[in-house]
Each structure stands twice: as structure tokens, then as C-alpha cells.
């Protein structure tokens, strides 16, 4: 898998997925990531009841510490989450990841095109590599944690929803695409010299 810096010849912009400007899809791709994080929360209540997360009876300053873990585990997380994206740039070639935040998205990109392959790599990654590690988290850690650690877990596979719809998304498409990930939009280009 490696990265191409320049749109080669014969190749023409067929898809832009921009979750910015796209008010419709926006709505979607959110409503998907709030119906997974129900999906996930619900079945989870029954086997560690979400009470747990509010429970005092070791004193109010443990409830707080459970409590700030919590803020500041979703806050570590959308950073790290980002960060696997940029890695899994780095793996493919891409000299130069650009990170930000829009207001509304966290984000990394880059102006280099990748393959279909590759890029299912880079939208894939952080739901991997997060999701194995919170998994081995919340089977690790005490009850009374366990839904610290399990909404970030929820965060991590539902905030990755429009991840997720473009990986399906491209699935469709044929296997010579470039995609071009600018961090807030993707533009697929297909090679229109083949028939």
C-alpha cells in the first residue's frame, strides 16, 4: 500500500463526502453513531447495570475520580483516535498529516491519495486498534469502572460512524479508486481511461 502525492493522468473526481456541508448526511451518519451507542449501551446496563457509574458508597471523592476519568478519557480519546489515523497515513507513505478541529469533528488528513485498500486502513484503524484495547479494558477493570472505560467504548465505535459509512461506501466502488482526505472531506476519483 503506498500514497500517491499527485492525481495521476486519466483520473476524474466521481464522489465528495464532505459531513460539513452536507446537512442530510450529517444527520445520518450522527443518527447511525446515536443508534449504535444505544445498541452498545442497552445490553451492557444488563451485565454491569449503569448505576455502577453514579455509585457513592465508597465516598463521594471516588464517585469524582470515576467522574473525571471519564471527561478526560473522552477528551484522550478523540486525540488518540485521530492520531491512529494519522499513523495509518504515516504507514501508507503520507509525509505530512494535517490534524485539526472544526467545532463540530475532530480530524487528520492529508492533500495525498491513497487506494482503495490502503484507505479502508486509515478509516479503520482507530475502531481496531481502540476497540481491542477498551475491550481488554472493560474486562479488566473493577465494576464500578467499567462504565468509565465502556463509554468510551461506546464513544470509539459509534463516534467512528462516518468512518464506518465511507468504508461501505467505498466498498461499491471499483478497486483502482483514489481517495484524497482532506481531514473535514474525502473525493473519490476513479480512472476514467478504463471502460
Known sequence: MHVQTALPDGYRETLKIDLQT????????????????????????????ITALFDCSEGFLPYLLRFLCLVAGLLLYIVLHELVHGIAMKLCGTRK???????????????????????????????VVWGVVLGVACALVPPVWFWVVYWIQITNISGAAGDLYVTIRLARLPGDILVQDSGVSMTVYTNSTES
Request: glycine content about 10%; hydrophobic content about 55%; aromatic content about 16%.
Open 22 to 49: 452536507d446537512k442530510r448526511l450529517a444527520l445520518l451518519v450522527n443518527g447511525a453513531a446515536l443508534l449504535i451507542g444505544i445498541a452498545m449501551a442497552v445490553p451492557a446496563h444488563f451485565y454491569i447495570p
Open 97 to 127: 498529516v494535517n490534524y485539526g478541529f472544526t467545532g463540530l469533528y475532530a480530524f487528520a488528513g492529508s492533500s495525498d491519495y491513497y487506494g482503495k485498500a490502503a484507505y479502508r486502513l486509515i478509516a479503520l484503524a482507530p475502531i
